[in-house]
């Protein structure tokens, strides 16, 4: 097993010298190519904040979790999705303000989890939305019930959006 230090530093160079990454998360390994300038700046930033504890950070997120509907299609007991005030103000997320999250840190940006504690299909604009953190090459990873009722084009549109990875979540099976 490799020293820490040596682990970050062989990272670090094929980061910087191969514009390439590599990682771990959500059980599975990463790898990201054609890596911009711009992230591979923050990531040195993100290690630098790290190392030296920073407790105002220097460098921008390299990973974010948006929630795309906060409201699901599962009447699970305890969860707040089913609380009556909750129901009457039920959100989306848009695909204008992730356009804007793109726009302002999407140069920064390595991954991000589309979940939370509403079903993210439930979202007439998931496609779109998965589309377009894609297009700035960043790895997307959601999760799913696996109740939503997909039909031949939904499925499709699904596979051409390029998520990266689905996970269905059995929770609260009894």
């Given at each position: 097993m490799k020293p820490k230090n040596q682990f970050g530093l062989s990272h670090l160079?094929?980061?910087?010298?191969?514009?390439?990454?590599?990682?771990?998360?959500e059980g599975k390994y990463w790898h990201v190519h054609s890596i911009p300038m711009?992230?591979?700046w923050?990531?040195?930033l993100a290690?630098?904040?790290?190392?030296?504890?920073?407790?105002?950070?220097?460098a921008q997120p390299s990973a974010l979790m948006?929630?795309?509907?906060?409201?699901c299609n599962l009447d699970c007991t305890g969860c707040w999705t089913n609380n009556p005030d909750h129901k009457d103000r039920s959100h989306y997320?848009?695909?204008k303000h992730v356009e804007k999250i793109?726009?302002?840190l999407g140069d920064y940006l390595n991954m991000i989890l589309l979940w939370g504690w509403g079903e993210p299909f439930l979202n007439k604009n998931i496609y779109q939305i998965i589309r377009t953190v894609r297009e700035k090459n960043i790895v997307v990873i959601s999760s799913t019930n696996g109740n939503v009722r997909w039909d031949n084009r939904e499925l499709?549109?699904?596979v051409r959006s390029g998520l990266s990875k689905l996970i269905f979540a059995v929770d609260g099976m009894d």
């Open positions: 160079l094929t980061l910087l010298f191969q514009s390439r990454l590599d990682f771990f998360s711009t992230n591979k923050n990531l040195m290690g630098l904040d790290h190392l030296l504890r920073r407790k105002v950070a220097l948006l929630e795309p509907a906060d409201v997320l848009s695909v793109m726009k302002d499709e549109e699904l």
